[in-house]
């Protein structure tokens, strides 16, 4: 691909991203009123559903998005997602009713899942993983996720107050339709044409245990109690899905998640971290803004923009870590200056009290940005150079599917210590009672509320520390026999023997028709080993 190509199939990424991600959490903001006109009696009961429709179907169609990828080419199956977001954007705009909104929004998971891991392919593709340019824009890509994630409840937040709600799924199609045509059209990626087995049987196990466990998340401890027959069934299906699915891919001649990957330290170590981090960032963000709440008595829609101090930090240390790329700072290096940094964030947002200073506040949720933003789109490069080639697209996916995963257990990990830390502090023994609560019981409520959310951040901080011993781990390098997810090796890659090896052919001579044994003129001859 020329230079300018390759600028707008960059900018083509960093905008589908930024649509994927603004989608997963941009109805939370505007709930209220899609209640008030779809179903005004029954709407607010269906509300969890609505929001976890979107994700729930992203993350289950996230490892079957890997192959395709390998198999059909990862461009092929970019058009795909993007159609399949726009149609279910289409749909939840016209929709009439809650169960046809809920509905519609996994048709625009399905597309979602594949835009926010799909999306990271097509970055690696473009050019070569170890190449500046892709490091960079894998580091952007990062860095435009965080903020989405960020500014997705302030951006629906302001659709709701100031058009229709519909606006929120309606500005999806101009945006998206021009990234269809603008990709169909510049996108020129490697493709090398070898067909690969789908195992949709791995695939459906996959998709059915990761919605079991996150239908443990979403309602354990909130719908249901954790010690319910409903819960408990979810977690045991979930368990005995796991294993088969585990089963499957020993078993299956292409596996949807081959084992021997696991082979890799880089990518062990980097689906890892990837899952840690992902416990403590949607861990951190949810009690950041159920903080705010109740123990700051700071309205929803107000509270949304302490989410700003976090964005502005993913982009700020993002596009600092994506030029320190360019010039030799490796993934490594940026994956434990980011953790650390969220550690410290984290631990500081702990000794927060019901009376500490919001510009305080704010000051840590901007240091807090500024963890994650070095960490995010990094380990998935690092992951990407260190993948064999023909599994890219599995790679990518599943530091996705990882880091999802992640984010459902750390919120439904936190939800539960601070249930218990409260009932055994707090007056009234749940937090759903501080707003109703007057004087000095509410005085007392927020005082236990404030020291049992920072028990929470305590916990959110122990996790990263975790995350950053696992990172002084990681090998920036590919190991050897892994291979690379570079699209062509170095042009003098063939023709320059190695050092120390024996250049005396043991066998026949091989043909050379492109004539790549031929040295330049003025260099000693050699053979080909």
């Not at 998709?207 to 027959?229: I, N, Q």
Request: charged fraction near 10%; charge should be positive.
């Amino acid at each position: 691909m020329t230079p300018a190509r390759l600028r707008i199939g960059f900018a083509v990424c960093l905008v589908t991203m930024l649509l994927a991600v603004l989608d997963t959490n941009i109805v939370s903001a505007a709930t209220v009123p899609i209640v008030r006109e779809l179903d005004p009696l029954h709407g607010v009961d269906r509300i969890p559903w609505l929001i976890s429709a979107f994700s729930l179907a992203a993350t289950a169609a996230l490892p079957l998005y890997g192959k395709l990828c390998d198999s059909l080419g990862a461009k092929k199956v970019f058009l795909g997602a993007v159609a399949t977001f726009l149609l279910g954007s289409a749909l939840c705009g016209a929709a009439q009713s809650m169960e046809q909104l809920i509905a519609f929004r996994a048709v625009q998971g399905l597309g979602g899942g594949g835009l926010m891991s799909v999306t990271m392919v097509v970055l690696a593709q473009l050019k070569g993983p170890g190449q500046k340019g892709t490091r960079k824009g894998a580091g952007t890509g990062g860095l435009v996720a965080g903020a989405g994630m960020a500014l997705g409840p302030v951006v629906g937040g302001l659709l709701a107050d100031h058009a229709d709600w519909r606006w929120i799924f309606y500005v999806n199609l101009p945006v998206g339709i021009a990234v269809l045509i603008v990709s169909a059209l510049a996108l020129k990626l490697p493709h090398h044409g070898e067909r690969h087995r789908i195992d949709f049987l791995g695939a459906a196990l996959a998709a059915a245990f990761s919605t079991a466990l996150l239908l443990v998340t979403e309602w354990g401890g909130r719908d249901h109690a954790w010690g319910s027959p409903v819960i408990l069934g979810l977690f045991g299906g979930a368990v005995a899905l796991l294993a088969l699915f585990l089963w499957r891919q020993a078993t299956a001649a292409e596996p949807l998640l081959p084992l021997t990957m696991f082979r890799i330290p880089a990518l062990r170590t980097g689906f890892a971290v990837q899952g840690l981090v992902g416990v403590a960032m949607m861990g951190s963000l949810v009690y950041v803004m159920i903080y705010l709440q109740l123990a700051r008595g700071i309205a929803p829609t107000s509270a949304s923009l302490f989410m700003i101090p976090i964005a502005l930090g993913i982009a700020a240390s993002g596009l600092l870590t994506g030029r320190l790329a360019a010039r030799g700072w490796s993934e490594k290096a940026a994956v434990i200056s980011g953790t650390a940094c969220a550690a410290v964030a984290t631990l500081l947002l702990s000794a927060n009290g019901a009376d500490t200073d919001l510009w305080v506040v704010r000051a840590e949720l901007l240091l807090l940005g500024a963890g994650f933003g070095q960490t995010l789109g990094q380990l998935i490069v690092l992951v990407q150079q260190s993948a064999p080639h023909h599994q890219l697209g599995v790679a990518t996916t599943g530091v996705r599917f990882f880091q999802t995963l992640g984010s459902s257990l750390g919120t439904a990990f936190f939800g539960t210590v601070l249930a218990r830390v409260y009932a055994d502090r707090g007056p009234g023994g749940s937090t759903s009672a501080i707003p109703a609560l007057k004087g000095e019981a509410h005085t007392r409520a927020v005082d236990a509320f404030s020291s049992s959310i920072g028990v929470v951040f305590l916990c959110s901080a122990g996790v990263l520390v975790l995350a950053l011993l696992l990172a002084s781990r990681l090998r920036a390098d590919a190991p050897a026999g892994a291979g690379r997810t570079s699209v062509r090796p170095p042009d003098d890659a063939v023709a320059r023997p190695r050092e120390g090896t024996d250049h005396r052919s043991t066998g026949p001579a091989r043909p050379d028709p492109a004539g790549l044994s031929r040295t330049a003129p003025g260099s000693p001859p050699h053979e080909l080993p």
